[in-house]
């Protein structure tokens, strides 16, 4: 005879479903126009002091390796050969096309059938970092958290050389990343060499190791998009750009003009914007202008420093004042590991310097609330979109209403809001 008894499974989804239905506020994306609704917010202006300069991105390439060659040791075309230390013929360094960051391949060690010591290295050619006051280096990673950290049977270390290899200097391990997601291309952040700045003859080892077995089927590491770096202090400057605005939106704010600059000796003494309808500006960084016509204006911005003789420094673009209606955006959480959002722009407009924010709410009345991402988008071209993810690894059972509030320069703000279960690191939007 059947039992008729309901089961514990559907009385668990049944309380999750009433649960939902009794917190889900409206979730919808919320465009801000001050023209159609009173009750909605715009900024009235974009005043200078809210727009801070950003670091600028001026700096010149030492060493990139993709390994899209396919062979090991990889070969630079203007530094040389790299080279590859091997103690296990079987299981070291090898080109690997299974998951790379960055396609075509990668570089990966990883143990298999092999039973003895792994102690192999793969190394730069020489690097001449003399000519650069700041220097830094990027790569991306992969490996398990299981046999890395929790076990600690592999390791990878990055170490830096300037005896020709005869001795090393430790600059990075997994191990000092206690957490992160498993088998997922992880970024080492921004190493700084800028202490072996003005030296000549510098080698960089990726040094991976292991003498355990234990678990030998999931020791593996590989690497992928190394990039090193420097900046050689010159006076640079970067007008921004290019820049598209509609015109109804030149008319109520202007152009918000987006200037850096970087190197040289400070406090740089003279800024000179040209519009390039005959009026200029000594306004630094961010200065707002309204044009009186549709067209494409070039613009010129052109800073001096103190130094003696002082240096100069100028660069060029472009402004598009074009008859269109200001971009809207669509804002939609996906299914995922961990809160990532599809930002997309939807007008047929160019969008530039959005600035995000992510931030969760939780608890009775969801009186608990904790930012946990913010950063700034650079661009997102018209019908087309970029993602942006949760800074923190969150593990919860339960409900979370997310608020994502993006701020463009050129057309309006845009808002989203909507609950979330989440269920250990599993995201679904609801």
């Not at 270390?157 to 498993?182: A, H, P, Q, R």
């Amino acid at each position: 005879m059947k039992n008729n008894k309901s089961s514990p499974i559907f009385s668990i989804v049944l309380l999750v479903l009433v649960l939902i239905c009794s917190n889900i506020s409206a979730q919808a994306n919320i465009s801000i126009y001050p023209e159609i609704k009173n009750n909605q917010i715009c900024d009235e202006g974009l005043s200078l002091s809210s727009i801070s300069p950003v670091s600028l991105n001026s700096h010149e390439t030492i060493l990139k390796e993709e390994f899209t060659g396919g062979i090991m040791p990889p070969i630079d075309p203007d530094l040389g050969q790299w080279v590859h230390k091997i103690t296990a013929k079987n299981a070291t360094w090898y080109i690997d096309d299974s998951d790379s960051y960055n396609d075509p391949y990668c570089a990966t060690v990883h143990r298999g059938d092999y039973e003895g010591l792994q102690n192999e290295w793969l190394i730069t050619p020489s690097l001449d970092f003399s000519e650069y006051n700041v220097i830094h280096m990027r790569f991306y990673w992969y490996t398990s958290h299981l046999t890395a950290v929790w076990n600690d049977v592999i390791d990878l270390t990055v170490s830096i050389s300037l005896d020709d290899g005869k001795t090393w200097t430790i600059l990075w391990n997994e191990d000092n990343f206690e957490t992160f997601i498993c088998w997922t291309w992880q970024d080492s952040g921004e190493i700084d060499l800028s202490v072996y700045s003005h030296k000549s003859n510098v080698k960089i080892g990726f040094w991976y190791y292991s003498n355990n077995i234990t678990e030998a089927d999931v020791q593996e590491f590989s690497i992928d998009s190394i990039e090193i770096y420097g900046d050689s202090g010159q006076l640079i400057c970067d007008a921004g750009g290019p820049y598209e605005v509609a015109w109804s939106w030149n008319m109520l704010y202007g152009v918000q003009f987006h200037g850096s600059v970087t190197g040289g000796q400070t406090p740089y003494s003279h800024w000179t914007w040209n519009f390039g309808d005959g009026n200029t500006s000594k306004v630094r960084y961010s200065p707002n202008w309204k044009y009186n016509n549709i067209g494409t204006y070039n613009i010129t911005l052109i800073v001096t420093d103190s130094s003696n003789p002082s240096h100069i420094a100028f660069d060029n673009t472009t402004v598009k004042v074009i008859e269109a209606p200001p971009s809207s955006f669509e804002i939609t959480i996906q299914p995922s590991i961990g809160i990532v959002a599809e930002v997309r722009n939807k007008g047929n407009l160019n969008v530039s310097y959005l600035n995000w924010t992510m931030i969760i709410e939780w608890g009775p009345s969801k009186i608990l609330k904790r930012e946990v991402g913010n950063g700034s988008i650079q661009f997102i071209g018209a019908k087309s979109f970029t993602s942006i993810r949760c800074s923190y690894e969150l593990i919860w059972l339960g409900l979370l209403r997310v608020t994502i509030d993006v701020k463009p320069l050129n057309t309006y703000r845009t808002e989203k809001q909507q609950m979330v279960l989440i269920a250990g690191k599993v995201v679904i939007p609801l």
